[in-house]
């Protein structure tokens, strides 16, 4: 199988005099050009009581600004047969579109004016309009959703007040409800300048041209004082953290949430190939026990999130009717204790058979993703702007190839056992 | 460092370089098995799709909603030489993921894997398809775990409004059931009835294979020519069209949930089959209705009356008619408003010409956008599926191009004004309900109906859900 890593070598890199970091990497293969700008901010550059910022931020940013009207970025974008869209995360913030080849200047334009040239466009009246789509969107994700505001509560519990996890990145109602025109415009001059930012182009480009003209838009955005990084010291958790609240569901659901070491750290690639082993597939562990033999769980998935300051690992159980809660959750620790290396009757699965499962499978799926230019554009530009050294992107095989059996049985018995943890139970209302 | 750019107008386009679409081959094997070829080598990876073009939920008897894809999702359950825990632990162990499922069209087996196990996927679709086993004990699990989805979806508004939005428009026939079932025939469903379902409909008949990724060249797969050799399946009689009776009127469903946090709004009527001369016409128009994000139904309810996170339309493709569906999470004091709004809109596009900038706008759009889809094995899979499920021709793709570069504003003025209404569809609500009934209040028929989260009964006079 050829390496996803090949591609490692058609990676260009330039900075600009005013600090915006440029990565460009070639693929003629289809007519088109994914252009992917990262800004270092996320919800954790907020503060308590102001939380929601970051988030609504990437709403303003499709509302037009000096020489682009309300709506228009989507509209010049959709009028060539582009696509466009943007997301937020607790520490970053990603703006993306892939267009056909021929319109890079295009997509050049829109990102730069955006970036040099937004308050002149910000209105009041936008900020009501988009304040009021986000509460929309809060109420469709969070609100109106069953298990809903599960993780909010899962991650409250697992990081102390006034660490910048703690709070939902979309932000509270009432601090979404009462962002003002200043602080929204603070909040851009603070963040969103070339000294915060990452932009990749990939696909179809010359190099060359396509450094010139990056050159020529965003070259005259001045540059502002780098933010100060958010510290966040995490003190350990002094005991497991056990949570509960009553949903209008049917059925109880469990969450397990571990501290793990930060993304990109060896020790999270360690924590992301536990997950894949443990839940990845209808014959992993966790899925052939507990939904298929034993069906104590309707579904079980286990994930990490790849978040900057420290590595969230989530197990997360939905009961089957009439199983106790309590005993899904015995049956999984009795799991996590075999992947610490210790077999005990009847969890005896082999280490390493299950590794080799989760490796293949990971391996498959990085292919797959990186068939994208959209996808390549957006890893390129987060490992960049997390290590500032893109290179990594094209590394992801070969850090899951390393993770040994070994490496993965000592994660599971220091970071996998009760004390690290935060579990929550979901129990239906009126239950 | 080059000088200052002109920001005060949109930049010039550069030089285009064209796309052509992918290169399909259709074969027809003496054994009876339509193959359907898109190779593709830039990554190693092959996808495998036995369609079952006779076992889709069309099948299902009037009184056995459900059939259809509990016997799809037993083909992997298990078969005359293992059990489906081993079958899929092999798979599994090769880097590959296996599914099976079924809509109202097709059943399905769906494979994913590495190309160096192609061999190995023909393989084992073979010994799926051919030699099942329905093991009695998958079939209670599979049983058990669907009942329990049933009873989920009360906690799920958007389903219960999908789930009511079906049930009025299909009124009277299988596709107003749930595809997955009620609670009653999932209970009542025997092996014997999933083993003649699967004698009848989803053995040897009707089937055509998707492959598409990396595959050996022809002649060259010795291993693959035999394994298809083995693949025999006759055709199927012609399908029976699935025909609703027609809506007479405007009929407003209200699905009572006091407590909601938003309301799950459904407007909509049947659109037309898959095959349909207009279908092309209806995609283009649907664009620019509420198929993208600068669509006229989610700039004005989003962007401009800021009560909803998203709304958008689309035409569903099925053997027969499909649902044309509106369809967003609405803010609970503005859904007679968003009502009112969308029937507008809908009004407008039968009344008035698109114009022209919107006509070219959305023509360079749905070319534009085009190649995006091929970037991966799976967009290309999912293209060469819809060519094999609806005996498309294989150049499809190029003659919707050329539509799309020919279509004129009368051309989209006369399928709106013959396949959309505004006084013949069906609108749902799924909300708090007092409220909605009075928002909803003279727009059309009213019903309001309370979903019953714990204790509907079977026929057996028992609690399902416990």
């Known amino acids: 199988m050829p390496h996803p890593e090949h591609g490692v070598h058609s990676i260009e890199r330039h900075a600009l005099p005013n600090g915006l970091r440029l990565v460009l990497h070639r693929d003629p293969t289809l007519p088109l050009v994914a252009v992917n700008l990262w800004y270092h901010v996320g919800s954790k550059d907020e503060r308590p009581g102001r939380t929601g910022f970051a988030h609504l931020f990437e709403h303003m940013l499709f509302q037009g600004s000096a020489h682009v009207g309300t709506n228009d970025h989507f509209r010049h974008v959709q009028s060539v047969g582009g696509v466009a869209n943007g997301s937020t995360w607790y520490d970053r913030t990603n703006y993306y579109e892939t267009l056909p080849a021929q319109e890079l200047e295009l997509a050049l334009w829109l990102e730069s004016d955006r970036m040099g040239f937004l308050l002149e466009g910000l209105t009041s009246e936008k900020l009501d309009t988009q304040r009021q789509v986000v509460i929309n969107e809060r109420r469709q994700r969070v609100d109106n959703q069953p298990y809903g505001r599960a993780s909010e509560l899962l991650f409250e519990g697992l990081f102390p007040a006034g660490h910048p996890y703690r709070w939902p990145v979309i932000g509270t109602m009432a601090d979404i409800e009462s962002a003002s025109l200043d602080e929204v415009q603070a909040f851009f001059r603070r963040h969103y300048g070339p000294e915060n930012a990452v932009l990749t182009l990939a696909g179809d480009f010359e190099p060359e041209t396509a450094l010139a003209s990056v050159e020529r838009w965003f070259g005259d955005i001045p540059s502002g004082p780098a933010p100060a990084p958010v510290s966040a010291p995490l003190s350990a958790l002094e005991a497991s953290v056990r949570l509960e609240m009553s949903d209008r569901v049917h059925l109880p659901r469990l969450y397990m949430g571990f501290r793990v070491e930060p993304f990109g750290a060896r020790g999270w690639w360690t924590a992301f190939m536990a997950a894949n082993l443990l839940a990845d597939g209808k014959s992993s562990p966790l899925v052939d026990d507990l939904v298929v033999r034993e069906e104590l769980a309707q579904d079980v998935s286990a994930y990490v999130y790849p978040t900057e300051e420290v590595g969230v690992m989530l197990i997360v159980a939905t009961a089957r009717p009439g199983v106790d809660v309590a005993r899904l959750e015995s049956r999984i620790r009795l799991h996590l204790h075999r992947l610490g290396g210790n077999p005990a009757a009847p969890i005896a699965w082999s280490i390493e058979a299950e590794l080799g499962r989760a490796r293949r499978r990971a391996l498959i799926s990085i292919h797959s993703e990186l068939q994208t230019v959209d996808h390549r554009a957006d890893l390129l530009s987060q490992y960049a702007t997390f290590f500032d050294d893109p290179d990594r992107a094209f590394g992801e095989a070969t850090e899951i190839e390393r993770v040994s059996e070994s490496a993965v049985t000592r994660f599971a018995g220091s970071y996998l056992n009760a004390e690290q943890a935060a579990s929550l139970v979901v129990l239906p209302a009126g239950a | ?466």
């Open chain 2, 1 to 466: 460092m080059s000088a200052t750019p002109d920001r005060a107008r949109r930049p010039a386009t550069g030089a285009s370089r064209l796309t052509s679409p992918p290169v399909f081959e259709r074969l027809e094997l003496p054994e009876g098995l339509e193959l359907y070829l898109a190779p593709r080598a830039a990554v190693p990876l092959v996808e495998l799709e036995l369609l079952l073009t006779d076992a889709g939920g069309e099948k299902n008897p009037s009184d056995r909603p459900g059939l259809a894809r509990l016997a799809a999702a037993l083909l992997d359950e298990g078969t005359m030489r293992r059990s489906g825990p081993e079958l899929v632990a092999d798979l599994e162990r090769r880097g590959g993921s296996l599914g099976s499922s079924s809509d109202w069209s097709s059943g399905s087996l769906r494979l994913s894997l590495p190309s160096a196990e192609l061999e190995f996927g023909l393989e084992l679709l073979r010994e799926l398809i051919l030699e099942p086993s329905f093991p009695p004990r998958e079939l209670e699990r599979i049983r058990r775990q669907s009942l329990a989805e049933l009873a989920r979806r009360f906690e799920q508004p958007a389903v219960l409004a999908e789930e009511a939005f079906a049930k009025r428009l299909y009124e009277g026939t299988v596709q107003g059931e749930l595809l997955i079932g009620t609670p009653s025939s999932l209970t009542d469903l025997t092996r014997d009835e999933i083993v003649s379902f699967h004698a009848r409909h989803q053995k040897r008949i009707g089937a055509r294979l998707v492959l598409a990724g990396d595959l050996p060249p022809r002649g060259q797969g010795r291993g693959v020519e035999r394994l298809l050799g083995e693949l025999a399946f006759s055709r199927p009689a012609r399908p029976v069209a699935v025909s609703p009776v027609a809506l007479e009127h405007v009929a407003v469903v209200v699905v009572d949930l006091p407590e909601a946090a938003q309301t799950e709004l459904r407007v909509g009527h049947l659109g037309v089959p898959r095959r349909h001369p207009d279908r092309t016409a209806l995609g283009f128009l649907n664009a620019l209705f509420g198929g993208k994000f600068t669509s006229r139904i989610n700039l004005n309810l989003r962007e401009r009356l800021g009560i909803t996170y998203g709304i958008h339309s689309r035409f569903v493709d099925r053997r027969s008619a499909g649902p044309f569906v509106i369809a967003g999470a609405i803010a609970n004091h503005a859904v007679g408003l968003a009502v009112r709004e969308i029937l507008d809109e809908l009004r407008r596009l039968r009344d008035e010409r698109v114009s022209s900038s919107e006509l070219e706008e959305t023509r360079s759009y749905l070319l534009g956008v085009f190649p995006y889809g091929l970037q991966t094995v799976e967009g290309i899979a999912a293209k060469l599926r819809d060519i094999a499920l609806h005996e498309l021709p294989l150049d499809h793709a190029t003659r919707v191009l050329e539509e799309y570069q020919e279509i004129s504003a009368d051309e989209l003025l006369r399928v709106a004004r013959q396949h959309l209404s505004t006084d013949r569809c069906v609108i749902v609500a799924a909300g708090p309900g007092d409220d909605l009934a009075r928002q909803l209040d003279g727009i059309g028929a009213l019903e309001v109906r309370t979903p019953r989260p714990d204790g509907e009964r079977n026929r057996k006079g028992l609690k399902v859900f416990a």
